[in-house]
């Protein structure tokens, strides 16, 4: 079986195992011996110790990677004029979509009125934690140490600091060649450690949703099913429709070969709910699989994975909504429009991590003056969304990487074109890791 399928099946058994833990626990068909034990050892033990190395793994990845990436990428394309025009394009596409998901979000949100007649008694507690001003964002996005950056793992800084390496390197002649070539080659090294560590990864996206959904109550997506299907319709419009628009009329290839390629990083991007954790693969299939040439994918990647966040937009979108609902408070359109521009600022401060589109809400909330406790009315199936509004984060990534990469003549359409492409190396990988 090839890995992508193999990554496949694991999901779907990884669901099915935690859900049946999970409704078995809850009816108490168990026994209490059996049902300790297989909460305290498996649940609990096993699967989340497998889950978090994953993630982990994954984690350590990001750093070196987008450093060594990005410094060759800036470092060969030589001729830094077209650096400042690919970074425009780029940052114009990020944004452009994160307005379309929002304003499509607060169009359903207004149209289905999920939050209409919701009891507010419902809402458990929130407290809130501070948003950074968007002042804090822009200035923070310039390190004063790098080695701290990296070691906090601040993407923006680190994504700023490689840039300005990479010019450096460009500029610096013969020393610039010679350290151009081993940034290559070490390139290659990360490179093939994604690979190694994307193999283990049937085992920890078993393990990842065993774990989650065997705690995972889902009948409270009843209490809030309006709000939840509005959500997961909104994503599916904007994943499936928006973006497959987009990359048609603009590369005026496949979207389905494109949706296709993609499945992999979306199942990442799914059991471990972080745009961040899932870079790696994500840039290994933008360049490899799809055939984006480094010299872009390796700026759009970490770049999207950082700041590109349309799922967590339309989540915000309609939350916004849904809480203007709930306590009968009317936006207007002036509300709306100001929903519009910060809930897409917001996403550019909302890191690529589990949880953190919830946070940035408050600042969205704050803006507009509802109540930020109306956090609590929703939080209930966030976990879940958070894993949907993911994968639309990174799709959205790729897309963006991929009409960039072809606008710039920089995507290999032979690649792109070709079903099998990038899976070689990763299947010889198989055999050594078993061996
Ligand atoms: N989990 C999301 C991501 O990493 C961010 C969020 O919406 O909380 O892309």
Known sequence: MSLTKRILLAMVLGLLVGGMVNVASTEGWLGATFGHWLDQFMVNGLFDAVGRIFVASLKLLVVPLVFVSLVCGTSSLGDNSRMGVMAGKTIALYLMTTAIAISLALMMGSLIRPGDGIDLAVASNFTAKAAPSLKDVVVNIFPSNPIQAMADGNMLQVIVFSLLMGLAVSKSGEAGRRITSFFEDMNEVIMKMVTILMNFAPYGVFCLLAKLFAGLGISVIMDLALYFFTVVFVLLLHGLGVYTLIFRLFTGLSPVMFLQKLRAVMVFAFSTSSSGATMPVTLRTVEKRLGVDNRVASFTVPLGATINMD???????????????????????????????????????????????????????????????GIGLIIGVDRLLDMMRTVVNVTGDSMVSSVVGNSEGMLDKDVFNDKDAGLADMEDDTDAVKA
Not at 345 to 357: D, F, Y
Not at 365 to 370: A, C, E, F, R, T
Request: charged share 5%; aromatic share 4%.
């Open 311 to 373: 799922g967590t937009a339309i989540m915000q979108g309609v939350a916004t909504a849904f809480i203007a609902q709930a306590y009968n408070i009317d936006l207007g359109l002036n509300g709306y429009m100001l929903v519009v521009l910060t809930a897409t600022l917001a996403s550019i401060g909302t890191a690529g991590v589990p949880g953190v589109g919830l946070i940035m809400l408050t600042m969205v909330l704050d803006q507009v003056g509802l109540p930020v406790e």
